[in-house]
């Protein structure tokens, strides 16, 4: 497949992915669980498609390298704060996060290329996407309580190296 098509591609998926938040935050508010827990494994295995895309290009689009990021900052808020809404995660936690990817979205937007993600970052955004799956797992499936548990578990690690690498980010 030419590069071109493929970054094409890799861009849909991106542009794609930047609309699951509303769908995902109004799933949870009507307690249609399974559905959000589907459209939060349709975010994250979209945004390792696109990305694969975009290597197998030689490169994605410096479009693609600004909105990917964007998008994952859409999706993985809409939980984060309904799980702070439900007391499933303490406030202060999800502020953090957010003010995290906030400051680093700033700083991503004075960087000509994008800023791309460092392995820091991208080790957070895969943790964070497994913790928060974790912790969606609608509460009729198998294993609901012990896979919830390990979520929360997840989720500080996520919230370390998300500090972690902001700091990385900003050093440079």
Do not use: C, N
Not at 15 to 34: F, T
Not at 36 to 57: E, F, I, K, N, S
Not at 140 to 163: H, K, R
């Amino acid at each position: 497949m030419r590069p071109s098509l493929l970054r094409r591609l890799a861009d849909g998926l991106t542009a794609g992915r930047a609309v699951l938040g509303l769908p995902l935050i109004l799933a949870l508010m009507a307690g249609w669980h399974a559905l959000a827990w589907g459209l939060l494994l349709l975010g994250g295995v979209t945004d390792w498609l696109d990305g694969l895309l975009a290597r197998r290009a030689g490169g994605g689009s410096v479009w693609g390298a600004r909105l990917d990021p964007l998008t994952d900052k859409i999706l993985i808020s809409a939980p984060l704060l309904w799980l702070a809404a439900q007391g499933s995660l303490p406030l202060w936690a999800v502020w953090l996060l957010l003010a995290r990817e906030l400051l680093i979205s700033g700083w991503r937007a004075g960087q000509g290329s994008g800023g791309p993600a460092s392995q820091g970052g991208k080790a957070k955004t895969v943790l964070q996407f497994t913790a928060l799956l974790l912790l969606l797992w609608p509460a009729s499936w198998p294993l609901a309580g012990a896979l919830e548990q390990l979520g929360w578990w997840l989720f500080w690690p996520s919230l370390a190296l998300a500090l972690s690498s902001a700091w990385g980010y900003l050093r440079t």
